[in-house]
Each structure stands twice: as structure tokens, then as C-alpha cells.
């Protein structure tokens, strides 16, 4: 049962019930569907409280003497400042900083490697590339779901340390193996070292399954539940700039690194480039050891009574697929956690196809070249990361189901504006980064609600299924946009992009309210 379900069995204090129950009213409510559910629930303990209060000569003397005392104090902070004082999220958060921009980085190191090693002159580096791809996509679509069974069974903490030690490691090991196996004769046609290229990369890519739903299942359980909008727009911010910088400056810093092996006299194993992403990876690792986690499941102590109290071993681990079963069934239950999740998946494919259509967008803009869509995608970045900072700020106020709805129909509009200025650098470069901005006024909230609403032992589950959903959905644009412009062109595509946002809005608007007066 979620936490808010079990406030009115904690009051025992009547004149702290009825500050914390005004307290809630302003800073907890952050969607009109909470405060339906809390109303409620409180509604037979006000009553309750109201007649205690009758009955208790101190009490009412001193209501009818003074205001509540918390009027007296300065209120609640709200905004970055209280996540930013909160030492287990600055460590959470730093180690995503050089989690994210290792995985990044890790594609450029990729991109180089093949470009050193294994291209031919006369070869188009399209297929090679496209191999890494598909062996960094396949974990996220067969093991999505499976890893966030496993992260709801074991540490969160140990799970986030564990799977950047060893993607550290397994990087660290590139430079060995390809030295080792550069004479060895091909493999089905391909070079041995670019097999291993493979098989790190399946390896990388599944650990990564197991980090990101240990990491949102963590922040809810370090994170104040009035702060998650905050540090979940820091987490988006965070997210978008290590894309922005991954891809911007990836290839210089590798090259730098190079350099500085060839100084050392590492080059002849051919250490340096490795290195920076190993570091990343180990640095995010090591800084997650500091992390303190407190999480139901975990004990200090085995007295007598907990070992009774204790569930039956068999029990709590049920089959992997029972499991993913009952988060299948609890997102069928719970309205307000799957339209999030749904509008979620709707707003990664509108950018899947836009990471598509930039290229013939680049084309079509006179000034630029095709090869220079990454600007183009970067302004969208830079837009996502500026509405994640204002959303952190300010989106408190507003109940996170409106704003998803707002988001929705801003992004509506910024694909028809780039529907119609394709051929304009300026306009289209200002439309993508508005676009990138009211992504991050859907995808903040939607995240923090999915947060909110499921109880700690579900979101393991939970999240993994949502990076599942989004893996899939991110496959699907990628193939289709590019045959829909084909046919129809780029317009007609961005039209047809800004209706179905349009219809995804008002579709996971309206079913969070409908499910929520249906209970």
C-alpha cells in the first residue's frame, strides 16, 4: 500500500494533524487526481480530528490564542535548493553524470574503432555501425522487463555500483583482446576483433538493462516525495546534456586521449581512447559506493522476531515471468501510472522519428549539410534541458496530468511550425528547441508520477517494463519515418506527428481521470 494511504494511520497528534493536513493541501498535491484520492481517505479522520479538538480545553485555547506555529516559521523550500542539500541525491546524481556521459562516449569510441581498425577504404562505415547498434539494442528489448524483476529483489545500491564496475571492466579489457586476437583468422567473414566489439557491447548494453530501473527505483526512496518533480528535472537535464556533450565533444576528448598515451608509451597496446570511458564508468561506480539507500527488504540484524516476521524464501521469489505478469496487471490496475507510462512511450517515438527526419531536414535547409543534423538535434536538446530546469522550478504549482496535456499540444504546435518553415534554418532551429522544451513538461511529471504512485516493491518492475515499452517504441519510428517521408514527404509527416500528439494528450489526460473516477 502506497504511502499515501497509510498518513492518516501515523497522526496521533491532533494539532500536528491538522498543520501536516495543511501542509499537504499546498506542497502534495500536485495533480488534481491526488487530491481527489487524499480527500477521500482523510475525509473520516478530519471529522475525527475536528472532535478532538472539541474536547480538548488546551487545544482550543490555543488555536483561538495563535495561529498554527507553522505560520509562524518560514515555509517548506520548494525548487531545486532543498534536492540540491540532499547528499545521497547529489551522490545518485553525480554518478549518473559520468554514467550517462560514458554512454555516450561509448558509441563515438565505437564509431573510432571501427573507423581505425576494421573499415576498408573503399567501405562505407554504415554497416559497421549499424552492427554495433543492433547488439546495443537487442539487451534492451529482451532483458528490459527481467532486469527490473531482478532490481526489485536485490540492493538497489549494489546493483547501481555492480553494473558500472563492470561495464568499467569490460572496456578495460578491449584493448588486451584486440591486441591479443588482431592476427587471428576471421570469424564467419568478420574480423575477430570486431566480434569481441560485439559481444562487449551485448555485455555493456545488458548491465545497462539493470542500471536504469535500480536508478528510478532509488530516487523515490532518497527523494522526499514533494521534491521528485525537482530531481527528476535535474536526472532529464542531466540526461540531455550528457548528449549534447557526449556526441559534441567525444571524438576530441578521445583523440586527446591518444595523445596522452602516446606520451606515456601505452600506445603500443593500443591504450587511450578506453581509458576515458572505463574511467567514466569506474568514477560512477565508486561514487555510488557512498550512497545510503534504506530499503524495505534490507536487514541489519537477524533477531528472532524478524526471522519469523520474515516472508518465506519461495514466496518472495516467485518466477521471473510471474513477476513481470504482476506489473503487467498492477499498470492494468493503476490509470494514472499507465497513461503516464503511455505518454511516455508517445513522446520517445515522436523523437525517434525526429532523430530520423533531421537528416532531410538538413537537407532541405539551404546553408547546412545532411551531415550536419546534429545541430539541429542539439537545439532540441538544449530546449529539453531548459524546460527540465523550468519544470524543476516552477512545475509544482500545476497538477502534473495539465501538464502533460500542455506539453502535448505545445509540441503539436512546434510540429506544425516545422511543417511549415522546413526550408528555414532559423525558425526550424527555434521550433526544435521549443520542442525539446515541452518534451520536458511531459516527460518530468509523467516520470514523477510513475514514481509517485508505485509502491516500493513494484517499481523495479515497473520501470523495467517502461524501458521495455520505450525500447520498442524507439525501434519503430526508426524504421517507419524514413519510408513515410519517402512516400509522403516531410510535411505531411510532421503533420501527422502533431496530430497524434494532439490525440496521445488528450487520450492520457482523459484516461487518468476516467480510471481515477472509476475507483
Excluded at 555485455?203 to 522526499?224: R, W, Y
Excluded at 535535474?234 to 591518444?258: C, H, K, Q, R
Excluded at 527540465?388 to 504549482?397: K, L, N, S
Aim: charged letters at 15%.
Amino acid at each position: 500500500m502506497s504511502a499515501l494511504f497509510e498518513i492518516p494511520n501515523l497522526r496521533q497528534d491532533s494539532r500536528w494533524y491538522r498543520d501536516e493536513d495543511e501542509e499537504n493541501a499546498r506542497f502534495m498535491f500536485r495533480s488534481e487526481e491526488e487530491a481527489f484520492e487524499m480527500m477521500e481517505e482523510l475525509k473520516g479522520s478530519m471529522l475525527a480530528s475536528s472532535s478532538l479538538h472539541e474536547r480538548s480545553p488546551s487545544s482550543a485555547g490555543q488555536s483561538a490564542s495563535a495561529p498554527p506555529p507553522h505560520h509562524n516559521g518560514p515555509e517548506p523550500e520548494h525548487g531545486f535548493f532543498p534536492v540540491l542539500k540532499n547528499r545521497n541525491f547529489l551522490t545518485l546524481w553525480s554518478g549518473q553524470v559520468f554514467s550517462q556521459l560514458a554512454d555516450k562516449v561509448y558509441l563515438v569510441l565505437m564509431i573510432a574503432l571501427i573507423a581505425s581498425r576494421f573499415q576498408a577504404a573503399d567501405q562505407t562505415i554504415s554497416g559497421w555501425v549499424s552492427s554495433i547498434m543492433i547488439a546495443f539494442t537487442i539487451p534492451a528489448v529482451l532483458f528490459g522487463s527481467i532486469a527490473g524483476v531482478y532490481v526489485d529483489r536485490w540492493s538497489k545500491k549494489t546493483v547501481l555500483v555492480s553494473t558500472n564496475l563492470l561495464r568499467g571492466g569490460l572496456v578495460f579489457a578491449l584493448p588486451p583482446l584486440l591486441w591479443l586476437t588482431h592476427t587471428w583468422a576471421p570469424w564467419f567473414g568478420l574480423p575477430v576483433g570486431f566480434c569481441i566489439l560485439l559481444g562487449i557491447t551485448f555485455l555493456v548494453s545488458t548491465l545497462t538493462q539493470f542500471f536504469a530501473p535500480a536508478e528510478q527505483s532509488a530516487m523515490p526512496l532518497i527523494v522526499e516525495k514533494r521534491h521528485l518533480l525537482s530531481a527528476n528535472s535535474l536526472y532529464t537535464t542531466t540526461m540531455m546534456a550528457s548528449v549534447i556533450i557526449g556526441f559534441a565533444v567525444g571524438e576530441p576528448l578521445l583523440e586527446l586521449a591518444d595523445v596522452f598515451a602516446v606520451r606515456l608509451g601505452w600506445s603500443a597496446v593500443g591504450v587511450g581512447k578506453e581509458v576515458v570511458v572505463a574511467s567514466c564508468y569506474t568514477i560512477a561506480g565508486l561514487i555510488l559506493l557512498l550512497l545510503q539507500v534504506k530499503e524495505r527488504h534490507q536487514s541489519t540484524s537477524s533477531t528472532p522476531t524478524e526471522a519469523e516476521t520474515a516472508p518465506d524464501p519461495v514466496e518472495s521469489h516467485p518466477p521471473v515471468f510471474a513477476d513481470i505478469r504482476d506489473g503487467l496487471l498492477y499498470l492494468g490496475k493503476q490509470h494514472q501510472v499507465r497513461s503516464a507510462m503511455l505518454q511516455l512511450v508517445l513522446l520517445f517515438s515522436v523523437f525517434a522519428a525526429l532523430a530520423v527526419l533531421a537528416v532531410r531536414l538538413a537537407e532541405l535547409i539551404p546553408g547546412i549539410k545532411s551531415s550536419q543534423f546534429g545541430f539541429l538535434l542539439a537545439a532540441g536538446g538544449v530546449g529539453m534541458a531548459i524546460g527540465a530546469a523550468i519544470v524543476g522550478q516552477f512545475g509544482q504549482r500545476f497538477p502534473h496530468a495539465r501538464l502533460g496535456l500542455y506539453g502535448s499540444l505545445g509540441m503539436a504546435g512546434c510540429l506544425f511550425g516545422l511543417a511549415l518553415f522546413a526550408e528555414r534554418l532559423i525558425p526550424a532551429l527555434g521550433l526544435i528547441a521549443l520542442l525539446g522544451s515541452f518534451a520536458a513538461i511531459i516527460g518530468v511529471p509523467m516520470q514523477t508520477t510513475i514514481q509517485e504512485q508505485t509502491p516500493e516493491d513494484m517499481r523495479g518492475k515497473v520501470f523495467g517494463l517502461q524501458n521495455n515499452a520505450i525500447n520498442i517504441a524507439l525501434s519503430l519510428p526508426l524504421a517507419l519515418a524514413g519510408v513515410a517521408e519517402t512516400f509522403f514527404g516531410i510535411h505531411a509527416v510532421f503533420f501527422g506527428l502533431g496530430f497524434l500528439m494532439i490525440a496521445g494528450g488528450i487520450l492520457t489526460w482523459y484516461s487518468s481521470r476516467t480510471g481515477l473516477t472509476k475507483r
